[in-house]
DNA sequence: GTCACGATTAGACTCAGTCCAGATCATGGT
DNA sequence: ACCATGATCTGGACTGAGTCTAATCGTGAC
């Protein structure tokens, strides 16, 4: 996923999100590996040359991107959420020995047989956690 | 699910766990009312009257317990783990709002199209949460 | 009794994430 | 250019879940 700055500029606006340099980074970091970071992953990378951006600020904007709907949380690991660059529907691979992650397309896949929701209810998601081993 | 003491000591012993007086009270908590709770909860609930047993304890027996198989761990909240005396195959209904899971049995739920898995891995458990909101 | 060993404990510690109050930046009006 | 204003960013203190450690306790074997 090869992102200029300059396309992720336009992605930030499109979403209603003010384009400041860290804002930028921190989208730069995510979009431009399209893998899936920890808060402290991100904050470490957008730090790698030089120091540019705080703690709080990697963790204010990763929640702000969270709100505008730019990236998605996943909630795999006990100690660390992961956000994801991908918004489109899918779901996840976990590697329970190495902590990998990896996305499924949520395209051909289905799910029968769920009661029906309790009432007044209404659906956000359906996630589906694909928890593997190695060996 | 009215569990007696008697036949929580003999389930810890089918599970090869020593029943100690904290273990059995741990377990209690959690099968006497079925829920999901947190290790706080737990902590809570066993200290309720005079205070009995020490938060190391119940983090230790939490672990030995999903070790053993005798407890589930539940991902979805990022703050905190949920601990489910329910070891049955089964998903989750999780409300984004209040916080509350609710279990969906397994029986009858079908998921199909999913990718085979990368080469050399095994599936430990397919995880469901669907996330839903009140309104 | 005492020795050994597993279980429990209080409290210090770690680490992700939040909060706060001050500094800095960008923008628009004059 | 200058200032005012509001939005953003910042270091550092703080919180809260979970872990670690070294000391103590309990129980059974001898």
Do not use: C
Not at 85 to 106: K, M, Q, R, S, W
Not at 113 to 125: A, H
């Amino acid at each position: 996923m090869p992102y200029t700055r300059d396309q992720l500029v336009e992605q930030l606006r499109r979403h209603d999100i003010n384009p400041t340099h860290q804002r930028i980074e921190i989208a730069f970091a995510l979009y431009s590996r399209g893998e899936h970071l920890s808060a402290d992953q991100v904050l470490a990378i957008v730090n790698d040359r030089h120091s540019e951006t705080s703690k709080a600020t990697v963790y204010n904007t990763l929640n702000l991107f969270l709100e505008k709907k730019l990236i998605r949380e996943v909630i795999v690991d006990p100690n660390k959420v992961f956000y994801d660059p991908n918004t489109e529907p899918h779901h996840h691979f976990y590697n329970v020995d190495t902590g990998e992650l990896a996305d499924i397309d949520a395209a051909g896949v289905e799910v029968h047989g769920l009661p029906p929701l309790p009432d007044g209810m209404v659906t956000e998601g359906v996630d589906i956690i694909v928890r593997v081993r190695s060996r």
